[in-house]
């Protein structure tokens, strides 16, 4: 089965302009390199070069931003839902 992931619009140029995708992974670190490898390109975008999440980018799993479970050690399971949020900056 899987878990779904949400792809945020800026992402989307990597997916085939594909809002919601379904990935194989056990934990978000097994998610974060399942989407490069499903999705090339991506990566850099929602991973820094040594694998973790970077500042600017909130995931989230069944609605719980990672930061506040285990981080990239996050463990999913099937059906789980996934969003990938980056911060928005700019305005007044």
Do not use: C, W
């Not at 379904?22 to 989407?35: N, P």
């Not at 980018?57 to 050690?73: A, I, M």
């Not at 789980?80 to 980056?86: L, N």
Request: glycine share 10%; charged share 20%; no cysteine.
């Amino acid at each position: 089965m899987g878990v779904k992931v949400y792809i945020p619009t800026p992402y989307r140029r990597f997916t085939g302009n594909q809002s919601r995708v379904e990935v194989e992974a056990t934990t978000v670190a097994q998610l974060l390199h399942e989407l490069e490898q499903q999705f090339p390109g991506i990566g850099a975008q929602i991973a820094d070069e040594n694998g973790d999440i970077p500042g600017y980018l909130n995931v989230y799993v069944n609605s719980e931003e990672v930061r506040t479970l285990q981080g990239k050690d996050t463990a999913l399971a099937d059906g789980d839902e996934i969003s990938v949020i980056p911060a928005m900056a700019g305005g007044r």
